[in-house]
């Protein structure tokens, strides 16, 4: 199967500081989405995103498919920014995803 | 709108016993996922099902069964509970646009497994 790695794996953040993600991948992928988990447990869904770029607020991610890599930008974070961040793809749909480990961010007060 | 629920929220089992875990959904949604997630990792799909009456098997099925009835249920099984069922079980659900299911999946609020 394809095989996805996150980096960093954690990262800690001051307040009001910008960041990068970055999900590497192995294979052409037609599905690639980012999520949220809470330090709850809870699992949101914030872009899909298998080319190109997208813009949501404070978070921006952008899919350079031909390279195989995808990067998710958080500024001016937020206390409630902190969870782990996880990056899935597909090469197909969301039937054959794979998730990578996830990115731990902390963002401190 | 409750979206995606799952229960129960917590079990404890005996290695051998048996459990079903049941995610509900209320947004008319035809694909839905069974996913654990252990310690340190990302997600692995344990089964999923395209529609009322079918399941498939994901990347992790070995020892469990699910089962599609209603379109708005779907149950993951545990039939001999063993250790490394160890987990925390997650249901999402995702509808069908133009032919396609990639489309952003919900997650329920998860089950926190432990098989002693």
């Known amino acids: 199967g394809i095989q996805v790695e996150q980096s960093p794996p954690d990262l800690i953040l001051q307040e009001g500081a910008n960041s990068t993600l970055r999900c590497n991948f192995s294979?052409?992928?037609?599905?690639l989405q980012w999520f949220h988990q809470n330090p709850w447990g809870q699992l949101i869904n914030l872009f899909y995103i298998p080319s190109g770029t997208k813009q949501n607020g404070r978070l921006s991610a952008t899919t350079v498919a031909t390279e195989r890599y995808s990067l998710l930008y958080i500024s001016s974070s937020q206390t409630t920014d902190s969870g782990v961040y996880f990056c899935?793809?597909?090469?197909?749909?969301?039937?054959?995803?794979?998730f990578g480990a996830g990115t731990r961010l902390t963002v401190k007060p | 709108n409750a979206g995606v629920t799952q229960t129960p929220k917590f079990r404890v089992l005996k290695t051998g016993q048996s459990m079903t875990l049941l995610c509900a959904q209320d947004m008319n949604h035809e694909y839905m996922y069974w996913y654990r997630q252990d310690p340190g990792m990302g997600l692995r799909l344990i089964h999923y099902s395209v529609g009322e009456g079918t399941t498939a098997k994901g990347e992790v099925p070995d020892g469990y069964n699910v089962s599609r009835l209603k379109k708005q249920n779907f149950l993951l099984g545990l039939e001999s509970a063993a250790p490394s069922q160890t987990s925390v079980y997650f249901c999402a659900s995702s509808s069908l646009i133009a032919g396609a299911s990639t489309d952003t999946q919900y997650f329920g609020p998860g089950t926190r497994l432990t098989v002693l």
């Open positions: 294979d052409s992928v037609n599905n």
């Open positions: 899935a793809v597909g090469r197909y749909n969301n039937n054959d995803m794979r």
